[in-house]
T-cell receptor, first 114, second 114 residues
Framework: ELKVEQNPLFLSMQEGKNYTIYCNYS?????LYWYRQDPGKSLESLFV?????AVKQEGRLMASLDTKARLSTLHITAAVHDLSATYFC??????????????FGQGTILTVHP | EAGVAQSPRYKIIEKRQSVAFWCNPI?????LYWYQQILGQGPKLLIQ????????DSQLPKDRFSAERLKGVDSTLKIQPAKLEDSAVYLC????????????FGSGTRLTVV
């Protein structure tokens, strides 16, 4: 069974600072997704990482994937208050009964302070 | 493109009562997923359909939960009888073909069992 661990689980940042959220997973994954969730809202897709070494950037967020290390990172550059939300990583295994199944981490609650 | 529609948005029931949730995926999306998200946790897959067939229901508590996807389009998820620990947000998602591209999530149904 695929296990997904995110750290940190809680992240309090000052505006303008940089930080990285880490996502480790236990078995080889074919692709990995990052989602954002605002309180009381559904999941918003941020990035899809499809291969080893993939890097995607959107605004102040950059995601990368190292399939050999079973690690993905979400880097935040010069944080702003609008980035405050919960961030989830979700690797996917395509095989057996797990084909196309997203397995979510616990989530990282990000709070950006002035 | 219309999104994934879910109803109701909120539901409060007493324990031992029954409840049903409805999901209408994006037109043409063959794969449909039901996730349970307990407060403070990442979503957990309950059941995955490919067209109208079940691909994975390994984490569905089958003594009380049931789901169907008639004609490979709409889906319903039922809980009977409900327990206090079923209080959660139930998210429906769909993808074109086992999530090879993007997964689109609905707004969810927030269930409170009292």
């Amino acid at each position: 069974e695929l296990k997904v661990e995110q750290n940190p689980l809680f992240l309090s940042m000052q505006e303008g600072k940089n930080y990285t959220i880490y996502c480790n997973y236990s078995t080889t994954s074919d692709r990995l997704y990052w989602y954002r969730q605002d309180p009381g809202k559904s999941l918003e897709s941020l990035f899809v990482l499809l291969s080893n070494g993939a890097v995607k950037q959107e605004g102040r967020l950059m995601a990368s994937l190292d399939t050999k290390a079973r690690l993905s990172t979400l880097h935040i550059t010069a944080a702003v208050h609008d980035l405050s939300a919960t961030y989830f990583c979700a690797p996917v295994i395509d095989g057996g009964t797990s084909y196309g199944k997203l397995t979510f981490g616990q989530g990282t609650i990000l709070t950006v302070h002035p | 493109e219309a999104g994934v529609a879910q109803s109701p948005r909120y539901k409060i029931i007493e324990k031992r009562q029954s409840v049903a949730f409805w999901c209408n995926p994006i037109s043409g999306h063959a794969t449909l997923y039901w996730y349970q998200q307990i407060l403070g946790q990442g979503p957990k897959l309950l059941i995955q359909f490919q067209n109208n067939g079940v691909v994975d229901d390994s984490q569905l508590p089958k003594d009380r939960f049931s789901a169907e996807r008639l004609k490979g389009v709409d889906s319903t998820l039922k809980i009977q009888p409900a327990k206090l620990e079923d209080s959660a947000v139930y998210l429906c998602a769909s993808s074109l073909d086992n999530g090879a591209g993007r997964y689109t999530f609905g707004s969810g149904t927030r269930l409170t069992v009292v």
